[in-house]
């Protein structure tokens, strides 16, 4: 079935250092894949999506690119701030079902001045 | 209007209770999505509504009623809930053309 392997958490770092949160997933078909964030006491943001491969999604210095050999989609960003403390989620997304979200687990990101 | 509004931000009810949760969007999208989020997880899907009708039951309990009275409007009836059933419920919505869900900030709900 479908689903999405993530890193387990948290991840610590510095802030002004680069971070890489694995992403595989599992899917039939051709799905679209996103990360969102989620912030303390908030709902889910949309950070960046790929609708098909080779496709490179990028927001507020993060990015992602839809691997289909190697079924990824691992998070990037060169030099992450405190502000960027917070639960990543990568999910995919099944065409022709109602756009059913498949979730990872998330990474929790500490970010330490 | 390009989000998701939620009502009410905290609600705490005892197991005899009545109450309802509300979501609305008006950025025209025509799916619309209850989840229940539990502390360190990710979200669970509970429904799916696509033009107002309900195509996706993911085996919830009755406890919870969900109910879409037009395209922008989505509620989620409950009674006699559980202690188990104290999480964080998120709305999302969806466009027809495009994979993304747009979610709102949720409902933090705790039953005594």
């Known amino acids: 079935g479908d689903s999405v392997t993530q890193m387990e958490g948290p991840v610590t770092l510095s802030e002004e250092a680069f971070l890489t949160i694995n992403c595989t997933y599992t899917a039939t078909g051709y799905p679209s894949l996103f990360w969102y964030v989620q912030y303390p006491g908030e709902g889910l943001q949309l950070l960046l999506k790929a609708t098909k491969a080779d496709d490179k999604g990028s927001n507020k210095g993060f990015e992602a690119t839809y691997r289909k050999e190697t079924t990824s989609f691992h998070l990037e960003k060169g030099s992450v701030q405190v502000s960027d403390s917070a639960v990543y989620f990568c999910?995919?997304?099944?065409?022709?079902?109602?756009?059913?979200?498949?979730f990872g687990s998330g990474t929790k990101l500490n970010v330490k001045p | 209007d390009t989000e998701v509004t939620q009502t009410p931000k905290h609600l705490v009810m005892g197991m005899t209770n009545k109450k309802s949760l509300k979501c609305e969007q008006h950025m025209g999208h025509r799916a619309m999505y209850w989840y229940k989020q539990k502390a360190k997880k990710p979200p669970e899907l509970m429904f799916v509504y696509s033009y107002e009708k309900l195509s996706i039951n993911e085996s919830v309990p009755s406890r919870f009623s969900p109910e879409c009275p037009n395209s922008s409007l989505l509620n989620l009836h409950l009674h006699a809930l559980q202690p188990e059933d104290s999480a964080l419920y998120l709305c999302?919505?969806?466009?027809?053309?495009?994979?993304?869900?747009?979610f709102g900030p949720g409902t933090r709900l705790t039953v005594l």
């Open positions: 999910a995919l997304s099944v065409p022709l079902n109602f756009n059913k979200f498949y």
């Open positions: 999302a919505s969806s466009h027809p053309m495009l994979a993304e869900q747009f």
